[in-house]
């Protein structure tokens, strides 16, 4: 069943109560990376690393071309989990961490996600919420994992009926 907000619209994410730990998720999303996805996200967010927006200068690199910034993937893999999870039920993020890039991500690259549950515990300071700690995991179009990290959201509990 969705979840529905205050305004009484569908939402799509899970109440507290809906997960189990070892629960698993593969994201229907896909998504291409792009050259300009790559370069305005670098740019916006003020890091001129020439890996990221200088094609001559990455190809003299171990790479021979531009990779994905990092911050970009973990904004994707995060993003593209949203749907199936946390969408109108999550409160807060709480944190990330054990991110990892274990293969790099290029232009061109089309990624796709997996989310594991890990863990669950009600919240001792806010009634009718709880953590629930996530795993995800971004692919690339060959299935080499290219980025994990674990999540942990403060979530809303499943309103009295």
Same mark, same amino acid.
């Given at each position: 069943?969705?979840?529905?907000?205050?305004?009484?619209?569908?939402?799509?994410?899970?109440?507290?109560?809906?997960?189990?730990?070892?629960?698993?998720?593969?994201?229907?999303w896909t998504r291409t990376i792009t050259e300009t996805d790559n370069r305005w996200f670098s740019l916006l967010t003020m890091?001129?690393?020439?890996?990221? =927006?200088? %094609?001559? %200068? %990455?190809? #003299?690199?171990?790479?021979?071309?531009? =990779?994905?910034?990092?911050?970009?993937?973990?904004?994707?893999?995060?993003?593209?989990?949203?749907?199936?999870?946390?969408?109108?039920?999550?409160? %807060?993020?709480?944190?990330?961490?054990?991110?990892?890039?274990?293969?790099?991500?290029?232009?061109?690259?089309? =990624?796709?996600?997996?989310?594991?549950?890990?863990?669950?515990?009600?919240?001792?300071?806010?009634?009718?919420?709880? =953590?629930?700690?996530?795993?995800?995991?971004?692919?690339? #179009?060959?299935?080499?994992?290219?980025?994990?990290?674990d999540r942990a959201a403060l979530m809303m509990g499943r309103p009295a009926t």
């Open positions: 069943m969705p979840a529905t907000h205050q305004g009484g619209c569908g939402m799509a994410g899970l109440w507290f109560e809906d997960f189990k730990v070892g629960m698993t998720f593969s994201h229907p890091n001129p690393q020439p890996l990221h =927006i200088d %094609a001559h %200068a %990455a190809a #003299q690199t171990e790479f021979g071309r531009p =990779i994905v910034n990092s911050l970009f993937t973990l904004g994707c893999l995060v993003g593209m989990t949203v749907n199936d999870t946390t969408l109108g039920t999550t409160v %807060a993020n709480l944190g990330m961490t054990d991110v990892k890039f274990p293969h790099p991500l290029f232009e061109g690259d089309t =990624i796709h996600v997996t989310t594991e549950v890990l863990s669950l515990r009600p919240s001792s300071s806010r009634p009718g919420q709880g =953590i629930v700690t996530f795993r995800h995991n971004c692919f690339n #179009q060959t299935d080499d994992l290219c980025a994990v990290c």
